[in-house]
């Protein structure tokens, strides 16, 4: 079974660009979690999809956003980047419908650098 | 953020014995936990997981405990390996209806042969 793939691997932007962060989770699994892991601070959530709805988000500003598409892959957009955005960013995927919680599993993430 | 600062505590132990990682959580009302591992360069791994009516879970190698009481996690592993050797993170979902994830600050496992 294919686990959770981001792309692209490496990402470097300049301050004030765009950046777009893409996700698919395992099959099988509807709900798509974006975190975000910056040097020294741990992992820090970001926003939560499922069944194509934005269902909850973290303390972060608003041009952090993002979609989920029908075949349940996702986007993270930041927009006007910042030099503090500099992270490794995380998708997880799990199937929770009737479930409850269940575990969330990792991609490698999207290394962003901001210059 | 909601994580905590991360100051990433070292844990050094001989190949071979047990290893045991704390966790102090945050919120009485969490009702399911998690320990990944991350390696240098890869996201966090699933090692297991325990809900809150539970005060012990095995797998292989591996032993969680949970003690509510005090808010306090751990992971236990036998037999430690070189392979072992990652960056280890608790994880908690506050019962808010959300099942994001709160992480702990993590802490370093270095295996020496």
């Known amino acids: 079974e294919a686990g959770v793939t981001q792309s692209p691997t490496h990402l470097i932007k300049t301050r004030g660009q765009q950046a777009t962060l893409r996700c698919s989770p395992i099959s099988g699994h509807t709900s798509v979690y974006w975190y975000q892991q910056a040097l020294g601070l741990g992992l820090q959530f970001l926003l939560w999809y499922d069944e194509g709805e934005e269902r909850n988000r973290g303390n972060f500003p608003p041009r952090f956003s993002g979609r989920q598409f029908p075949n349940y892959s996702s986007e993270l957009n930041v927009n006007a980047l910042e030099l503090e955005d500099s992270a490794l960013y995380l998708c997880?995927?799990?199937?929770?419908?009737?479930?409850?919680?269940?575990?969330?599993?990792f991609g490698d993430g999207t290394r962003l650098s901001i210059l | 953020g909601e994580s905590v600062g991360l100051h990433l505590p070292t844990l050094s132990v001989q190949e071979g014995d047990n290893s045991i990682i704390n966790c102090a959580y945050s919120?009485?009302?969490?009702?399911?936990f998690i320990w990944y591992k991350q390696e240098s360069g890869k996201g966090p791994q699933f090692i297991i997981d325990i809900r809150s009516n539970m005060d012990k879970r095995q797998g292989q190698r591996v032993t969680v405990l949970l003690n509510k009481t005090v808010k306090h996690l751990s992971l236990q592993i036998a037999a430690t390996q070189p392979g072992d050797s990652a960056v280890y993170f608790c994880?908690?979902?506050?019962?808010?209806?959300?099942?994001?994830?709160?992480f702990g600050s993590g802490t370093r496992l270095l295996v020496r042969p």
């Open positions: 919120n009485s009302a969490s009702d399911y």
């Open positions: 997880a995927s799990s199937y929770n419908r009737g479930r409850g919680n269940q575990p969330q599993h």
């Open positions: 994880a908690e979902n506050w019962r808010d209806s959300s099942y994001k994830l709160i």
